[in-house]
């Protein structure tokens, strides 16, 4: 199987449909473009500092908003553009340019392979870890899920009820198990059984004094005793509205865990259409998974140019 979750096809497929739920980004991107920046005439200074202003407060982040307008004020002059709309147009492909030099692929092709989810309470964690195992049987895989966040009762039955909407196992302890205890056996079950994929569900908040990211480092060590490569993926989930707020937390989680990917979630609630290159460039992880709906069907690996497509929608016209 292709490291990829989903074909080509599929992929294209799924964000036509889902691109009209990115319109609160896509509007309130185009309205501060179309008031600040199509009505100029001049490619001046006024212009790049209206534009920087304007990916700024869509979240993309001072440092990334700085090098995408230095990078199209050397493209303007070479290729000598001469008007806003070919201007932005440029702008995109810079941005473009940004996404796609990063390996989104997802690490899927050991048997089993261990995907470890963290986040904290509230972030759609365990909602999208069964949206995750529903894509991976409908790719024909068999995944296993290890409901491992025990000091919450409710998370195990959420757990199962999303790993039921997929037709998924779980492997699940008493409220209050030692969560290294649960990934030990769901990885013997999955050894057992011949699963393809073990998907681990954590731990975003405890209720005693220890401290959460020794006992997510205690379930990683856990892991690498029972397969010495593994964990392949370590997914930090973060709700896209939280924006640049979500970067302090999500270093929090990069230092003890060495993530190798974001999974960001309710990207059709946020009007901050910048937030993913900034959450890249200040932790040098790709985005791999986006949520942009409620549904089992609504998570999907992160494609940039139907991504920036929906993004710009509103004031360019053009192909990806």
Known sequence: MSTEVVSRAHRESWWRRMSRKMDKASLAFSDQ?????????????????????????ADAGMGVAEQLVASLRERVRVE??????????????EMLALLQARDRSLRLDARPSVVVVVGV??????????????????????????????FRAAAIDQMRL???????DVVAH?????????????????????????????AGRLHTKSNLMAELEKVHRVIERAIP??????????EAPTGMNAIAQARAFHDALQLTGIVLTKLD???RGGT???????????????????????LNVFDPVAYLDALFAGVLDLPG
Do not use: C
């Open 80 to 93: 000598r553009i001469s008007t806003a709309e070919d201007a932005l147009a440029a702008l995109k492909t």
């Open 121 to 150: 309470n509230g972030s759609g964690k365990t909602t999208t870890l069964g949206k995750f195992a529903h894509r991976l049987r409908g790719e024909g895989l068999t995944p296993l899920v290890a409901a491992a966040d025990t």
């Open 269 to 271: 609630g946020t009007s």
């Open 276 to 298: 993913i290159l900034a959450i890249e460039a200040e932790l040098d992880v790709p985005v791999k998974l986006v949520g942009l709906g409620e549904g089992i069907d609504d």
């Open 33 to 57: 473009v179309r008031d600040a920046v199509l009505l100029r005439r001049d490619l001046d200074d006024d212009f790049y500092a209206d534009l920087l202003e304007i990916l700024v407060g």
């Open 174 to 202: 008493q409220p209050g198990a030692d969560p290294g205890a649960v990934v030990y056996d769901a990885i013997q079950a999955a050894l057992a059984r011949r699963v393809d994929v073990v998907l681990v569900d954590t």
């Open 229 to 238: 490569e593994a964990p392949h993926e370590t997914l930090l989930v973060i």
């Open 162 to 168: 999303w790993a039921d909407r997929s037709g998924t």
